[in-house]
């Protein structure tokens, strides 16, 4: 079972930028494609952003494309989501998962970390 952590979330003024981070423990993630998630209140959890193991090619939603940047630094065990430009509608719970595309591949979460995007 895997292992993941977010740190990195906050309180965010419209246009403003946050990065988070995916630590994870007990194995490596680069063996892995990875995925960020987002639950806004009151919605189900989507996945918007993943990051494929091996050659590193990304994919995006178009709701988030051109405004978030997702990475990888495998000698940390780390992934990354820098977040620009950030609307009111990113405001959710973000998760960092294993992911079969846009799907979660393990049904196990972390807390998550909290974005808010207000003025």
């Known amino acids: 079972q895997l292992q993941l952590a977010e740190s990195g979330g906050g309180l965010v003024q419209p246009g403003g930028s946050l990065t988070l981070s995916c630590a994870g423990s007990?194995?490596?993630?680069?063996?892995?494609?990875i995925g960020w998630f987002r639950q806004a209140p009151g919605k189900e959890r989507e996945g918007i952003v993943y990051?494929?193991?091996?050659?590193?090619?990304?994919y995006y939603v178009d709701s988030v494309k051109g405004r978030f940047t997702i990475s990888r630094d495998n000698t940390k065990n780390m992934v990354y989501l820098q977040m620009n430009n950030l609307k009111p509608a990113d405001t959710a719970v973000y998760y960092c998962?294993?992911?079969?595309?846009?799907?979660?591949?393990?049904?196990?979460w972390g807390q998550g970390t909290q974005v808010t995007v207000s003025s």
């Open positions: 990051i494929n193991s091996g050659d590193g090619t990304t």
């Open positions: 998962n294993a992911a079969n595309g846009l799907r979660p591949g393990y049904d196990s």
């Open positions: 007990g194995f490596s993630l680069d063996y892995y494609t």
